[in-house]
């Protein structure tokens, strides 16, 4: 079983960077990757990256060029970079892995 805790949500303006962390403790992401989903008021959750087992990336059209998932060597930590932030990129971000969900972090994009 892995745990997933996420953190680097808050507020922030148009325009503005944020960076969101996903630490996994119990072990290590390696052998499923990992998603970053994201899920806005009244509607779906929907995927916005992910990290292969592999090591290559994904993005969904909506952030392509915008934002960039990465981990860290030892495939505990997975991050994900956010520029040129949109008011349609506010909600909650969650990750996960192998079916295992983190608390989720709130992301709100308003001036």
């Known amino acids: 079983q892995v745990q997933l805790v996420e953190s680097g949500g808050g507020l922030v303006q148009p325009g503005g960077s944020l960076r969101l962390s996903c630490a996994a403790s119990?072990?290590?992401?390696?052998?499923?990757?990992m998603g970053w989903y994201r899920q806005a008021p009244g509607k779906q959750r929907e995927l916005v990256a992910a990290?292969?087992?592999?090591?290559?990336?994904d993005y969904a059209d909506s952030v392509k060029g915008r934002f960039t998932i990465s981990r860290d060597i030892a495939w505990r930590t997975v991050y994900l970079q956010m520029n040129s932030l949109k008011s349609e990129d506010t909600g909650v971000y969650y990750c996960?892995?192998?079916?295992?969900w983190g608390q989720g972090t709130q992301v709100t994009v308003s001036s």
């Open positions: 996960n892995t192998d079916g295992n």
């Open positions: 119990g072990r290590s992401f390696r052998f499923y990757g």
């Open positions: 990290i292969t087992s592999g090591g290559g990336s």
